[in-house]
């Protein structure tokens, strides 16, 4: 079970911003897409970018990813 002190991943901020630079990509791509849905999925890309971006700022400022080692039992 998970408690307050656990650490969280240790390459979860790594990860957060590599998906968000991804998603990032395809949103440009969904932009400059012919098709006709393009400009929606590309907002849809972009806010799943956006919401990554935002979980890596938030797990930098996080206390645990100090590296923190914990212990597990």
Do not use: H, R
């Not at 890309?45 to 206390?63: D, N, Q, R």
Request: with cysteine; aromatic share 14%; charged share 10%.
């Amino acid at each position: 079970m998970l408690t307050p002190g656990a650490a969280f991943a240790k390459y979860s901020k790594i990860l957060c911003w590599g998906v968000s630079f991804i998603l990032l990509l395809l949103a440009l791509l969904s932009f400059t897409s012919e098709t006709d849905n393009g400009m929606i999925v590309g907002f849809l890309w972009l806010a799943g970018a956006f919401a990554f971006a935002i979980s890596a700022i938030y797990l930098s400022k996080s206390p645990q990813s100090e590296g923190d080692t914990g212990s597990s039992e």
